[in-house]
């Protein structure tokens, strides 16, 4: 197993530019996130699905969309991408939609996409 | 709101030598509380997850323990390759999905 994978791994964009952060897995798991991870502040949720066709608003969405069209993959989508959004990205999943059920809970995070909005 | 509060933000340590990191959090209702560890340039890595206070774990040279308002991370007689960014997060009973993960402690291990 492959486990989580992004990419790509680094990317640099212009104020104003759109682009496409992927994520796939292929441990068949239902629940899939995307964080991002900012200098002196914890991982914070940017969107999340517990399933195909099923997406939701985490913590700070603004500025980004997701789509769930198969268990797999779950890309992120910058709209028009600002300075404010350089950051680390982070994928990640797990096997249970309810993460706190004891044995299910483990979140298997990617390696990561550093982008730099200039 | 649930929140998450690390400390010490950083940890310099001698080859051998234990120390302890301390996780603060205030949440309606634990469901879980979860250690994560991250090498630079890494995504972070499930270690430990706690669900109610009196509970311990152990892995090698750490042991998490949890208590009803903080969860510490032992790290007994560490050496050089436990050098890495601690994270811990908790999961509260309002919502499914979401865990609050604090800023995190980076442990430096001296040989």
């Known amino acids: 197993n492959a486990g989580v994978t992004q990419t790509p791994k680094f990317q640099v964009l212009k104020t104003g530019q759109s682009m496409t952060l992927q994520c796939a897995q292929d441990?068949?798991?239902?629940?899939m996130s995307w964080y991002r991870q900012d200098p002196g502040m914890g991982l914070r949720l940017i969107h999340y699905?517990?399933?195909?066709?099923?997406?939701d608003q985490g913590e700070v969405p603004n500025g980004y969309n997701v789509s769930r069209s198969t268990t797999e993959d779950f890309p992120l989508r910058l709209l028009s991408a600002a300075p404010s959004q350089t950051s680390v990205y982070f994928c990640?999943?797990?096997?249970?939609?309810?993460?706190?059920?004891?044995?299910?809970?483990?979140?298997?995070f990617g390696p990561g996409t550093r982008l730099l909005v200039l | 709101e649930d929140q998450v509060t690390q400390s010490p933000e950083a940890l310099r340590l001698q080859e051998g030598e234990s120390s302890s990191l301390n996780c603060s959090y205030t949440?309606?209702?634990?469901?879980?509380l979860f250690w994560y560890r991250q090498d630079p340039g890494k995504g972070p890595e499930f270690l430990f997850t706690?669900?109610?206070a009196g509970e311990e774990k152990e892995k090698e040279r750490l042991k998490a323990t949890l208590t009803k308002k903080e969860s510490f991370l032992h790290i007994t007689a560490p050496k050089p390759e436990d050098s890495a960014t601690y994270l811990c997060?908790?999961?509260?009973?309002?919502?499914?999905?979401?865990?609050?993960f604090g800023a995190g402690t980076t442990v430096t291990v001296r040989a």
């Open positions: 997060a908790v999961q509260g009973g309002s919502n499914d999905y979401k865990l609050s």
């Open positions: 441990m068949n798991h239902e629940y």
């Open positions: 949440v309606s209702g634990l469901r879980g």
């Open positions: 706690l669900y109610s």
């Open positions: 990640a999943s797990s096997y249970s939609r309810t993460l706190g059920r004891r044995g299910q809970e483990t979140q298997y």
């Open positions: 699905s517990v399933g195909a066709g099923i997406t």
